[in-house]
């Protein structure tokens, strides 16, 4: 039977009150990293107390350790789905406060399930957590199921020269970096200080493993980005004007308001034109009539029609609308479409991945739902992922939290784009971390895919992400709902985006989940060669 490591003794020591202390310290770690408040180098040091908490512990008590941490990150982290029960569903506060625990309790699996895996098989094989946490780390990143999918490259992505690796196997290779420098350093103080007094140790294994992902992360950023940057100057551009039209969930459900919100978008796609776009970027249902554009074969409403989409501006539009066929299906659309230069209407790119509960209920009768939700809607699934042609270029339509789904935006790269587009609306969870963290984790995709990303966000932020996953330009977030803030002036910007060749493809875009497969079957390999020694 494989012998433990000599320095698992020392953790074994460590008091429950201690453990407590050190899940809740890596809590605050993750949630202070992420994009609102950006302090980004906790993603450097965050896992060492989850380390220290559950090292040396029994599998199963290492999966409550683990797990009161994911708890603990999530409810506070993620405290913006109680805005959300609140506009949606008009829920009370304890009723919100019981569904988000819930919530948070699923979650934190993310940092239960490797909290065990890795004790386990420090078990079984004898091997040290510097080798083993991070590959635990990256297959419950890769394999646990989420209901709003997180990563912790999260923390970084104000970072661009942290994330590069990201093109090599997705957005899990940046959580193999992050795990490695905490495990790197863990293992460091945990060998320099448990050793007994007068003979403090230094373990060379994890010192190298700590400078080499630390110096070495960044400087393959570095070289990375500068090669990048060079693909983007020989590549062709277009300017995109980003139109963001601050108006909110209530403003847009009232029928008065519509024309107003269409005015708006207007006005400012003309001033964007003016200051040079050649395309122009609405949000999701930014077209703000649903069901009033024909979904195939359409062109856009005669002049002096109130709701007619263009005025004041000749620019090709790619926009968010609700669409709708009855001798095809009863329920409708959330799509995308592209109102070209003649007026006429491409056929639209529906969007595959509804929000769950908001636009689409598994397993229940729909009718039945929204008489139990009236908030609710049912939106039909879109078949797969699709391109939006304007004037021979080629954008990738990702449609709400589409852009934050690796896999289905790697599908969309993978059928030939010249760069994303995003059109979302996030006016339901108020002004809150929400809008910063489905940003950040957005971020990801330009690296991974090496494809700029426009995102038009209804209320903010909306950005421009270039391929080398720098942020360029930001709106403020906004909350019309709300008496200090609307109603608003729509606001935008204009980018100089580049056209990436349609043949540029990174190993990520390549393989796909090869990465994250390779992982699974290293750790496989490890359980089977420990049982092997017995």
């Known amino acids: 039977m494989a ?15 201690q453990r407590l ?21 906790l993603g450097l040091v965050g896992w060492v107390p989850w380390l220290y908490a559950i090292e040396g512990l029994t599998p199963k008590r290492a999966f409550w350790f683990g797990w009161l941490t994911g708890t603990i990150t999530v409810f506070w982290g993620f405290i913006w789905l109680t805005q959300l029960l609140d506009k949606f569903a008009g829920f009370g506060v304890a ?9 948070a309790a699923f979650q934190g699996l993310q940092w239960a399930a490797p909290a065990a ?9 004898g091997r040290d957590v510097l080798l083993i946490a991070p ?28 994330l590069q690796l990201a093109e090599i196997g997705g957005v899990t290779t940046i959580g193999l970096a992050q795990l490695s420098i905490n495990a790197g350093l ?3 103080l945990r060998d320099y200080f448990g050793a007994a007094a007068g003979r403090r140790v230094i373990n060379r294994a994890a010192l190298a493993t700590f400078l080499g992902w630390l110096i070495g992360t960044p400087l393959y950023g570095t070289i990375r980005m500068a090669q990048v940057d060079a693909v983007i100057a020989d590549s062709p551009k277009v300017k995109v004007g980003v139109v963001q039209g601050n108006f909110g969930i209530y403003e847009w459900a009232r029928g008065r308001s519509k024309y107003a919100i269409l005015a708006r978008l207007q006005a400012e796609s003309a001033r964007l034109e003016a200051e040079g776009a050649q395309l122009l970027l609405w949000g999701e249902t930014g077209y703000p009539f649903s069901h009033a554009l024909p979904r195939r074969g359409g062109t856009d409403l005669p002049d002096g029609h109130p709701r007619k989409v263009r005025r004041h501006f000749t620019a090709p539009l790619i926009f968010g609308v609700v669409t709708s066929d009855p001798r095809v299906n009863p329920y409708a659309w959330n799509s995308a479409m592209v109102l070209h230069r003649d007026g006429h209407l491409g056929d639209p790119y529906d969007k595959v991945f509804p929000l769950y509960f908001g636009e689409y209920v598994p397993l229940v009768d729909p009718e039945w739902y929204r008489k139990m939700v009236p908030a609710a809607s049912y939106i039909n699934p879109g078949d797969k992922p699709g391109v939006l042609e ?9 449609i709400c939290y589409e852009d934050i789904l690796p896999r289905f935006a790697r599908d969309t790269a993978a059928g030939g784009i010249h760069a994303f587009v995003n059109l979302t609306n996030d ?8 809008q910063y963290q489905h940003m950040g984790l957005a971020v990801l995709r330009t690296i991974e895919n090496r494809r700029a990303l426009l995102r038009s966000v209804n209320a903010g932020t909306s950005v421009y992400v270039d391929p080398n996953g720098r942020i360029l330009h930001q709106t403020e977030v906004t909350d019309p709902d709300i008496a200090e803030d609307g109603p608003l002036a729509a606001t935008g910007f204009v980018a100089e985006v580049p056209l990436i060749d349609l043949d540029y493809l990174t190993p990520y875009t390549r393989t796909g989940e090869l990465f994250n497969g390779i992982i699974v079957l290293l750790i496989a390999g490890l359980a089977i060669r420990g049982r092997g020694r017995r």
């Open 117 to 125: 895996l890795i004790v386990w098989l420090r078990r079984r094989t």
């Open 3 to 17: 012998t433990p490591a000599a320095s698992e003794v020392a953790p074994t020591t460590t008091r429950g009150w």
């Open 186 to 188: 863990y293992v460091l």
């Open 95 to 103: 009723p919100r406060l019981f569904i988000h625990l819930l919530f």
């Open 135 to 162: 590959l635990c780390w990256v297959a419950g990143e890769a394999v646990l199921p989420h209901v709003f999918p997180s990563y912790l490259a999260l923390m970084w992505c104000y970072e661009p020269r942290w």
């Open 21 to 41: 202390v050190a899940s809740c310290l890596c809590a605050v770690c993750m949630v202070l990293g992420s994009p609102d408040t950006s302090w980004w180098w």
């Open 427 to 434: 006016s339901w969870f108020g002004k809150s971390k929400e």
């Open 390 to 398: 304007v004037d021979g270029m080629k954008f990738g339509p990702l």
